[in-house]
Nanobody, 125 residues
Framework: QLQLVETGGGLVQPGGSLRLSCAASGFTLAYYNIGWFRQAPGKEREGVSC????????YYADSVKGRFTISRDNAKNTMYLQMNRLKPEDTAVYFC??????????????????WGQGTQVTVSS
């Protein structure tokens, strides 16, 4: 059974850092397109960052470029989102996702079929 489990969320002060992890089971993450998405209260879920399985190209939303880094450790079958210089507007529930079929390069939510349960990130002083 394909499963994704996120960990690493929490409360952090503005300017701080967090690293989210997403452990995959039941499938080999290396062969999948992967991504991180977030949903703030009252807003639609948006793509934060994605990696293509075909060429390892990455996508970052403009709002996180230069601050967030997506990566994966194939040996651990785990993906990560390193978040630095966090801002209050980064507060959201963060979800990891994976998809074996080809996806669009713009990190589109509807392209991804497998999702984790989400982890809360709160940036506040």
């Amino acid at each position: 059974q394909l499963q994704l489990v996120e960990t690493g969320g929490g409360l952090v002060q503005p300017g701080g850092s967090l690293r989210l992890s997403c452990a995959a089971s039941g499938f080999t993450l290396a062969y999948y397109n992967i991504g991180w998405f977030r949903q703030a209260p009252g807003k639609e879920r948006e793509g934060v960052s994605c990696i293509s399985s075909s060429d390892d190209s990455t996508y970052y939303a403009d709002s996180v470029k230069g601050r967030f880094t997506i990566s994966r450790d194939n040996a651990k079958n785990t993906m990560y989102l390193q978040m630095n210089r966090l801002k209050p507007e980064d507060t959201a529930v963060y979800f990891c996702a994976a998809e074996s079929l080809p996806v669009q390069p713009m990190c589109i939510m509807d392209d991804f079929g497998s999702w984790g349960q989400g982890t809360q990130v709160t940036v506040s002083s």
